[in-house]
């Protein structure tokens, strides 16, 4: 399945965010990097139907905004930037509670086998009856992606699912999230901050800046020193390792 947004532009109380944005998320990968402020979350609220933009987010080929609104969220889930730890409920509830729109009166053993199956993927098991108001952020983040992915979309929209999480987490957190998108053939757009993450696990990389696409494309095309320079006022070396993949160093503020 693809999501693509075309000429999307926003605005909050007449301040420009987003400006004739065309984006494809098409089954693999995507990742969608820029600084600060560049309004990442903000087209990403665009494409789960949460903002409605000028211009046309497409799913399939067909007007999104035509959709109802379980058409649209039975196929896309979206995990926000900033998560609610509110709820008394523990660790295996939070993560069925991603099967909401496809439970009945009861929960099938089929519901009951995908949970302890996400839980075993991000290694949740021993945390699965702690109540979700006692675990640390990182722990919460993987909480929380596991529940996006009990949904069983066919496009998984994730605003920085590694904000929480030490370096060891992000790599492993993306690499079973890359592993999924892959096994279940799903389309997966991630906004993320370390360009080395994006470099690893995106096989599209859209850059944003200013509310507007600069470049986009494989990541060695993409994340370049002369693109780091002129969109992070960051100078960095870039090298291209044994696998294609690049790797950034920063080296300081560019001149």
């Given at each position: 399945?693809?999501?693509?947004?075309?000429?999307?532009?926003?605005?909050?109380?007449?301040?420009?965010?987003?400006?004739?944005?065309?984006?494809?998320?098409?089954?693999?990968?995507?990742?969608?990097?820029?600084?600060?402020?560049?309004?990442?979350?903000?087209?990403?609220?665009?494409?789960?139907?949460?903002?409605?933009?000028?211009?046309?987010?497409?799913?399939?080929?067909?007007?999104?905004?035509?959709?109802?609104?379980?058409?649209?969220?039975?196929?896309?889930?979206?995990?926000?930037?900033?998560?609610?730890?509110?709820?008394?409920?523990?660790?295996?509830?939070?993560?069925?509670?991603?099967?909401?729109h496809k439970l009945r009166w009861r929960v099938s053993a089929d519901d009951?086998?995908?949970?302890?199956?996400?839980?075993?993927?991000?290694?949740?098991?021993?945390?699965?009856?702690?109540?979700?108001?006692?675990?640390?952020?990182?722990?919460?983040?993987?909480?929380?992606?596991?529940?996006?992915?009990?949904?069983?979309?066919?496009?998984?929209?994730?605003?920085?699912?590694?904000?929480?999480?030490?370096?060891?987490?992000?790599?492993?957190?993306c690499s079973i999230i890359a592993g999924l998108t892959g096994?279940?053939?799903?389309?997966?757009?991630?906004?993320?901050?370390?360009?080395?993450?994006?470099?690893?696990?995106?096989?599209?990389?859209?850059?944003?800046?200013?509310?507007?696409?600069?470049?986009?494309?494989?990541?060695?095309?993409?994340?370049?020193?002369?693109?780091?320079?002129?969109?992070?006022?960051?100078?960095?070396?870039?090298?291209?390792?044994?696998?294609?993949?690049?790797?950034?160093?920063?080296?300081?503020?560019?001149?």
């Amino acid at each position: 399945m693809i999501l693509e947004g075309r000429d999307l532009s926003f605005a909050y109380h007449s301040l420009p965010v987003l400006e004739n944005v065309d984006i494809r998320i098409a089954p693999g990968v995507t990742a969608i990097i820029g600084p600060n402020a560049a309004g990442k979350s903000t087209l990403m609220k665009c494409l789960a139907g949460l903002l409605v933009p000028q211009g046309q987010v497409r799913l399939d080929g067909g007007d999104a905004r035509r959709l109802s609104t379980r058409s649209l969220t039975d196929p896309v889930s979206y995990l926000p930037q900033n998560l609610s730890t509110q709820a008394a409920l523990t660790v295996f509830e939070t993560v069925l509670l991603g099967r909401f729109h496809k439970l009945r009166w009861r929960v099938s053993a089929d519901d009951v086998r995908l949970v302890e199956g996400l839980l075993e993927e991000f290694d949740l098991v021993d945390l699965s009856g702690r109540n979700i108001t006692e675990l640390s952020g990182g722990q919460l983040q993987m909480v929380s992606i596991a529940q996006a992915l009990a949904r069983d979309p066919c496009v998984l929209l994730l605003d920085e699912p590694t904000s929480n999480l030490d370096l060891q987490h992000q790599f492993e957190i993306c690499s079973i999230i890359a592993g999924l998108t892959g096994s279940r053939g799903m389309s997966t757009a991630m906004a993320l901050h370390d360009l080395n993450v994006a470099a690893r696990f995106a096989d599209i990389v859209y850059v944003l800046k200013d509310g507007t696409i600069q470049c986009s494309g494989p990541p060695a095309d993409v994340l370049t020193e002369a693109m780091i320079s002129e969109v992070y006022r960051v100078a960095s070396r870039v090298t291209i390792d044994a696998a294609g993949i690049p790797l950034i160093t920063p080296l300081g503020l560019a001149r």
